[in-house]
């Protein structure tokens, strides 16, 4: 069956602008998670979802990133005022049930450049 | 303050060799370790999981061990292969409360013809 899909695969914007991200989790994956990976660097937690809902949003670096899931199903992670720093692959990942044996299903990413 | 830690940051093996790749924890109390795999310009997939009350797991040419009493754990590599080329995540979860799974930084494989 179809994976987790993000897209797009690879966006350039200008600093200042703002960015949506989009993730398709895998049909009937109740918890989604977002994830930051700078270069070279291990994967930092954002956000997490169970369900529509955000029990656990510490990961957030400040307010001018959100993230929503709609439907139990496609989320978007939004970042406002978009800086340099904000340059990394950004890593969704679903998993089947809210558990703590379940594995994380990770898309390929969406690689965030801003110039 | 839970963490992972691995070792080492990176590696570079001939091709058909093995070799061990080492993760220490701190996270409590201890639900269960993944090793994920993550190839270059991918997401993370996971390779073995383990328990508690489980001290060795094998998936093909990986094989994982567990010490849940030192808080170690060991993915060892046999008869590495070019596709071996990776970084190799030790990932912790908790029991109780938050499903955050505490991820470490990764070792980098480099496998050489």
């Known amino acids: 069956g179809a994976g987790v899909s993000q897209s797009p695969s690879n966006k350039v914007t200008e600093k200042g602008k703002d960015v949506e991200l989009r993730c398709d989790p895998i049909s009937g994956h109740t918890a989604l998670y977002w994830y930051r990976q700078r270069l070279g660097q291990g994967l930092e937690f954002l956000i997490y979802?169970?369900?529509?809902?955000?029990?656990?949003k510490s990961g957030l670096p400040s307010d001018r990133f959100s993230a929503e899931r709609t439907g139990e199903s496609v989320s978007t992670l939004t970042i406002q005022r978009t800086q340099q720093e904000d340059s990394a692959v950004y890593l969704c990942a679903s998993s089947p049930r809210q558990g703590y044996n379940s594995p994380l299903h990770f898309g390929n990413g969406t690689r965030l450049t801003v110039t | 303050k839970n963490q992972v830690e691995q070792s080492p940051q990176s590696l570079i093996i001939l091709e058909g060799k093995n070799c061990t790749l080492q993760c220490n924890y701190t996270v409590s109390p201890f639900s269960n370790l993944r090793w994920y795999k993550q190839d270059t310009g991918r997401g993370p997939v996971s390779l073995t999981i383990?328990?508690?009350?489980?001290n060795t797991k094998s998936n093909g040419r990986y094989t994982a061990t567990l010490d849940a009493d030192t808080k170690q754990s060991s993915l060892h590599i046999t008869a590495s292969q070019l596709s071996d080329s990776a970084s190799y995540i030790c990932v912790v979860t908790r029991s109780g409360g938050s499903y955050i799974p505490t991820f470490g930084r990764g070792t980098s494989l480099i496998v050489h013809p």
């Open positions: 383990m328990t508690f009350s489980e």
């Open positions: 979802f169970q369900g529509n809902s955000a029990p656990d």
